[in-house]
């Protein structure tokens, strides 16, 4: 019996120290639960980035982080969620950062047409100090920037004709997203710019309520707009990045370490959505010919046309109170492209 106790005091002293350490690192990371709600479909580019976080995020746990996907803006709309987070009934989310201007102004920076080249140029800006300044700002606002993704350039559908001059945009019944820099943007080419959360754009694309959108080819795959516009045209007018969001609320309830899972994991969905996407998009124009969409380029004399035409829309941004952001984005692109 000695012997056995002695043995037991033995084991019980060899475990002692591995079962402190697993049980205080156990400590710092429990168990959560996390909402995180997406406005495209769980095909879509923006789907499979949304599953392999999840899947970072419950490895570099150990398990603990239990993250479920909802789509198709099952729990709202980008503007219904970003509230929704702020009041800590939702714990994170992805859309677009065109509809966070009612929150911080700031990123409708972002939307001014042509301002990026390539996708090389808007990660180097993204990723730099001037996103980050922008994902920062988001702090006194109940709310966490923690990665840009890529939506990506976007390009013009629509029913009625081909585009493929600055006039056959007039009088287009065109949806925008719900942010003054698309509006007036959109305005001054000619078209008829009518706000409207994407979660309405199919149902408003298929009545006739409008006549066109814009977006990324990936989402006009993805989310079948071919079935109800005919024409596309390549023009890449905007380069839009989507922001990973969580709650401040919930954020600041978790330990470090939980807290470095949670940006380990997310900076792992930047590179594998970017890489994702990019290799999607290569591929949505022949799929999107393929059913039964007309698509056009834009001739470069067209595009500076454009550019011309929408040269007032910077000025206009600067006296409405964006001009230190834009010469500090603008200096920030002339620094990626050196
Ligand atoms: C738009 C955006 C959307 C995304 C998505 C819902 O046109 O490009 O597709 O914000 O997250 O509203």
């Not at 099952?74 to 929150?103: F, K, P, W």
């Not at 990936?218 to 969580?246: C, D, G, M, N």
């Not at 970017?274 to 004399?301: F, H, T, W």
């Not at 035409?309 to 603008?330: N, S």
Request: glycine residues 8%; neutral net charge.
């Amino acid at each position: 019996f000695r012997k056995l106790l002695l043995a037991t005091g033995i084991a019980a002293a060899l475990l002692a120290p591995v079962v402190a350490a697993t049980s205080a690192s156990a400590q710092e990371v429990k168990t959560r639960i996390i909402r995180f709600g997406y406005g495209l479909s769980e095909s879509s580019n923006q789907g499979r980035a949304v599953k392999y976080f999840a899947e970072e995020l419950s490895k570099r746990s150990g398990g603990k982080f239990k993250m479920k996907g909802f789509g198709d803006a099952s729990l709202g709309n980008d503007i219904q969620m970003q509230n929704a987070l702020i009041g800590g009934a939702q714990e994170m989310m992805v859309g677009s950062t065109a509809t966070l201007v009612g929150i911080v102004k700031d990123f409708g920076v972002y939307d001014l047409p042509f301002l990026f080249n390539n996708e090389k140029e808007a990660d180097a800006v993204l990723d730099g100090p001037f996103g980050e300044k922008l994902l920062k700002a988001l702090n006194d606002k109940g709310l966490v920037g923690l990665v840009y993704w890529e939506n990506g350039f976007r390009n013009l559908t629509n029913s009625k004709r081909p585009i493929t001059k600055l006039e056959d945009m007039g009088g287009i019944k065109l949806r925008v997203m719900q942010n003054p820099v698309y509006i007036d943007m959109f305005n001054r080419f000619g078209a008829n710019a009518v706000p409207l959360a994407f979660s309405e754009l199919f149902t408003a694309l298929e009545t006739g309520t409008v006549d066109g959108q814009e977006n990324p080819v990936t989402t006009i795959q993805s989310s079948k707009f071919y079935e109800v516009q005919k024409y596309l045209t390549i023009s890449r007018h905007v380069y839009s990045p989507w922001i990973v969001l969580a709650s401040k609320r919930w954020y600041d309830g978790l330990s470090a370490d939980e807290k470095k899972i949670v940006h380990e994991a997310a900076a792992a969905s930047r590179e594998f959505e970017r890489k994702d996407s990019r290799e999607a998009s290569a591929q949505s124009v022949a799929y999107l010919k393929e059913k039964g969409m007309q698509i056009n380029e834009l001739s470069p004399a067209e595009l500076d046309r454009m550019r011309e035409m929408v040269k007032p829309a910077f000025d206009k941004y600067a006296a409405d109170g964006g001009a230190e952001i834009l010469k500090e984005i603008q200096a920030a692109i002339a620094a990626a492209r050196k």
